[in-house]
């Protein structure tokens, strides 16, 4: 059991490390917020994506689903829609966060809770990098979906519930990371410069996902 245990931690932390769309979204949500808390709903909508679709993979149910083309189809269709729009709103949004930042006052500073993400706003799209990325599903059911086929029983229970921590502490860890990056800025022009670098990255992946519908048609 401790090797499955092993085994999950180390695949799924080489798998969520590499900078992409879900991790730049969490990042910049912990940094623009006013408090860690605030960032929360994005966390926990990130966390509990992957630890469905992590028990997907496992359990070989999500193998069955991509195996049909139509799926994948809308899969990416709706990633492409859901990731050029939340580009939009990251970009259009960075400059206002820093405006709010640069003017607020000391009394104030409760008051940002819902700056520049709401809560709802911070579920919707923190489930749609999660669930609307194809190639994010993929990389779950190829690599941690083929490297659960090893273990049985506990075992695989085991391996199952080490992918899952590797996700819960890493995104909080993220959103911490941001929130602490985001109190060294007191301009709120470093966070601006991120928000709009973050945008782009969303674009990009957009655009790649985008090509990759096209070409597979």
Not at 17 to 28: A, E, H, R, S, T
Not at 99 to 105: A, F, H, L, T, V
Not at 127 to 150: M, Q
Request: glycine share 8%; net charge positive; proline share 2%.
């Amino acid at each position: 059991m401790l090797a499955a245990l092993m085994h999950g931690f180390v695949l799924a932390f080489g798998l969520i490390l590499p900078l992409g769309v879900q991790n730049v979204f969490i990042f910049n949500q912990g940094a623009v917020h006013k408090r860690f808390i605030y960032a929360l709903p994005a966390v926990l909508t990130a966390a509990i994506c992957d630890m469905l679709l992590i028990t997907a993979a496992v359990a070989g149910v999500s193998i069955v689903l991509l195996g049909s083309v139509w799926f994948k189809t809308l899969l990416l269709a709706a990633g492409t829609v859901f990731l050029l729009f939340m580009g939009w709103q990251t970009w259009k949004n960075s400059g206002s966060s820093a405006d709010s930042k640069r003017g607020e006052k000391e009394a104030d500073r409760n008051s940002r809770a819902d700056e520049p993400f709401s809560p709802r706003r911070q579920i919707l799209f923190a489930a749609s990098v999660s669930l609307l990325n194809p190639h994010a599903i993929l990389d779950t059911i190829g690599v941690i979906g083929t490297g659960s086929l090893r273990y049985a029983g506990m075992d695989k229970i085991a391996y199952a519930a080490a992918c899952i921590l590797v996700s819960w502490l890493w995104f909080a860890g993220l959103a911490y990371a941001g929130r602490r990056a985001g109190q060294l800025d007191r301009s709120g022009r470093l966070m601006e410069i991120v928000s709009k670098i973050s945008a782009v990255i969303i674009w990009a992946a957009a655009l790649y996902m985008g090509s990759t519908l096209l070409l597979s048609e």
